[in-house]
């Protein structure tokens, strides 16, 4: 059954600009397709926090963007309006290693319909494969622009270099993009591959020269490096036994959001910063801790703050 999109309405605190595609994963049984993309990833993850969530994407007119549509349904995110526009859903095929860690092959298009929200959200998220691919990369570059300033921008380039044309153009691209976002993710690889050679701290401070207000690196079970103007903190990733890496890093921003939604303070502090990498690394601790894209719930995320929180207090007693 195909389902209308409901759309988005000026309650809406999140509006994330993103591919949304369809994981192709082969296993001893075959193939298994789910919903996923990274921008998709990040509203649904949004969706299940139970932020107000509404998501500006190019689909085809076929089975695989009524299954994507199903699974947002779910989380209740709202669809803007003529979004099935491609010829056809785009996909992209996960090849698991032994450890759990994926790489993609991709056949991808993009581009937005000609809609744009018309009010003001509280955080517009954008990154991945949408913030370089044409023709779309350009028209969200320009929604940035319109918005940037009057909203928080959260960016994660999410990079592919498989598809990306050269290294010079994608790192012009982003660094344009960082000076128009309050707050940058990057995982330890993009910033591998963008700043060769560039420690942690180096490349954390380079992206706060370009304007953004907070950069935030991550690195799986090392943990993650948070850096603002005004304070910086190395939050530990929680101990877990990995299914696999799918969508770990999405649950990661999803939490970063949510709570930046519940702490609006501009001030990027230390509890701040805090508060943000801790719940930030318990959504993708959960998320790896179980199989596929498969992001926490507010419960269960509030579940494992607590039991965080408890176990820092008891092993202070």
């Not at 994608?170 to 700043?195: G, I, M, P, Q």
């Not at 508060?275 to 596929?292: C, D, E, K, M």
């Amino acid at each position: 059954m195909h389902s209308t999109p409901v759309p988005p309405c000026p309650e809406t605190d999140v509006v994330v600009v993103g591919e949304a595609l369809i994981d192709i994963i082969d296993t001893a049984a075959g193939a298994v397709e789910f919903p996923g993309g990274s921008g998709m990833n990040v509203a649904f993850g949004l969706g299940r926090l139970g932020v107000s969530t509404a998501f500006l994407t190019a689909l085809g007119r076929d089975e695989r963007s009524r299954s994507i549509q199903q699974h947002l349904d779910t989380a209740g995110v709202r669809l803007f309006p003529g979004a099935e526009h491609l010829n056809r859903t785009s996909t992209a095929r996960a090849l698991l290693d032994s450890s759990g860690s994926a790489e993609y092959e991709f056949d991808f298009e993009w581009s937005l319909p000609h809609i744009s929200p018309t009010f003001l959200p509280k955080v517009l998220h954008t990154g991945s494969l949408a913030s370089f691919t044409e023709p779309g990369a350009t028209q969200v570059r320009s929604l940035l622009e319109q918005f940037s300033r009057r909203c928080l921008i959260t960016y994660d380039p999410n990079i592919r270099p498989t598809l990306l044309h050269s290294h010079t153009e994608a790192l012009r691209t982003f660094e344009h993009t960082v000076a128009l976002a309050t707050v940058v993710k990057l995982s330890s690889d993009d910033a591998r591959w963008l700043y060769p050679r560039t420690s942690p701290d180096d490349v954390a401070q380079r992206l706060l020269d370009l304007g953004t207000e907070l950069a935030i690196i991550t690195d799986g079970a090392s943990g993650s490096y948070l850096r603002s103007n005004a304070a910086e903190i190395d939050v530990p990733a929680p101990p877990v036994l990995v299914k696999d890496t799918v969508g770990a890093g999405d649950s990661y921003m999803s939490s970063l959001i949510a709570g930046l939604i519940e702490d609006p303070e501009d001030d990027f502090g230390y509890g701040k910063l805090t508060r943000l990498g801790t719940a930030a690394s318990l959504a993708a601790a959960i998320t790896v801790g179980r199989h596929g894209a498969n992001p926490p719930t507010r419960a269960e995320l509030i579940r494992s703050l607590e039991l965080a929180q408890t176990s820092r207090k008891n092993s202070d007693d």
